[in-house]
C-alpha cells in the first residue's frame, strides 16, 4: 500500500517537472554583439530570412542566394548597415550587427521550392536574461518536489 502511494506520488512527480517541448531552437546573445544565425535548408535555393516577433507578425529581412561561381547574390535587403548575408559550412547564414532589443525575436528561413514555401527550423534568439527568467521553471519544479516528498513523508 505504502509501496504503491510512493510509486503514484514519484509518479506525480515526474509529470509535473515534464516542461512542454519546445521545437525552437534558442541562441543566447548579448545587446551589442554580432551575431550569426545558420539556415538548414540547401543553398541551391534562393533563401528568404524572416524575423517573427512577439505579436507574430512576420518580416523579410532578406531575401539571398548563390550564383552559379559561389559568390553571393542578395536580392533584397531589409536594413543592409543591420543585416549581411554570409555562408558557413556549406550553408547560408544571417549576420546581425549589434543585436538590439528588437532583434530578440523567432528568425526562420525559407526557400521556395516547386512553387511553394519551405521552412528551415526555427531559432529564437535572446539574450542571457531571458534564459534565467526561464529558469524560474526550475525553482518551481524544486518547491513542486519539496511540497511532493513533504505529502510522502506524511504518508509513511
Ligand atoms: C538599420 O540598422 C541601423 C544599424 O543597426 C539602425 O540604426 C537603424 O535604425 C536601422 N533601420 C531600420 C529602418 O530599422
Redesign the pocket.
Known amino acids: 500500500m505504502k509501496c504503491s502511494l510512493l510509486f503514484a506520488c514519484f509518479a506525480v512527480i515526474l509529470v509535473l517537472s515534464l516542461k512542454p517541448s519546445n521545437a525552437l531552437k534558442k541562441m543566447e546573445v548579448n545587446l551589442g554583439q554580432s551575431q550569426m544565425l545558420k539556415c538548414d535548408m540547401s543553398y541551391h535555393h534562393e533563401i528568404n530570412w524572416i524575423r517573427m516577433d512577439d505579436q507574430a507578425k512576420p518580416k523579410t529581412l532578406m531575401v539571398m542566394g548563390l550564383k552559379n561561381d559561389g559568390a553571393m547574390s542578395v536580392a533584397w535587403n531589409f536594413?543592409d548597415?543591420?543585416f549581411e548575408g554570409c555562408v558557413v559550412d556549406r550553408f547560408i547564414g544571417l549576420r546581425i550587427?549589434?543585436v538590439?532589443e528588437s532583434d530578440l525575436a523567432t528568425y526562420f528561413c525559407a526557400a521556395s521550392h516547386n512553387k511553394r514555401m519551405e521552412f528551415g527550423e526555427g531559432i529564437r534568439l535572446q539574450t542571457p536574461e531571458k534564459l534565467t527568467q526561464h529558469g524560474q521553471g526550475n525553482v518551481y519544479n524544486t518547491v513542486m518536489l519539496l511540497i511532493s516528498t513533504t505529502i510522502i513523508y506524511w504518508f509513511i
Do not use: D, V
Open positions: 536594413n548597415s543591420h550587427y549589434q538590439s
